[in-house]
């Protein structure tokens, strides 16, 4: 049984910086795809970061440049970090993990996490 259990949410002032972390239980790291997704009020929930197994990642393009995700095998961490954060990037930040995607599509069996929050003000 797989769980994902987020932390490092908070909140930051526009510019600012946070590193959200995501560890797991199980061995997925390296194995799944991992993601971190994200839930604005009045949106739909969207993907934010995705890495593959192999290592590839994908961003929404509403992010890149600004974020970069990665993970720690041996830690069975999956990590976000944000830099120059936006009011419009405030929402729930969720993590996430599936055994195949393309891009920031997850197919099978989904894992996610209770979600941790992020405010820019």
């Known amino acids: 049984h797989v769980q994902l259990v987020e932390s490092g949410g908070g909140s930051v002032q526009v510019g600012g910086s946070l590193t959200l972390s995501c560890v797991a239980s199980?061995?997925?790291?390296?194995?799944?795809?991992m993601g971190w997704f994200r839930k604005i009020p009045d949106r739909e929930r969207e993907g934010v970061a995705g890495?593959?197994?192999?290592?590839?990642?994908s961003y929404a393009d509403s992010v890149k440049g600004r974020f970069t995700i990665s993970q720690d095998t041996a830690k069975n961490m999956s990590y976000l970090e944000m830099n120059n954060l936006k009011p419009e990037d405030t929402g729930m930040y969720y993590c996430?993990?599936?055994?195949?995607?393309?891009?920031?599509?997850?197919?099978?069996?989904?894992?996610w996490g209770q979600g941790t929050q992020v405010t820019v003000s």
């Open positions: 996430a993990a599936a055994p195949s995607c393309s891009g920031l599509n997850f197919y099978g069996r989904e894992y």
């Open positions: 199980g061995d997925i790291i390296g194995r799944y795809c």
């Open positions: 890495i593959e197994s192999d290592g590839s990642t």
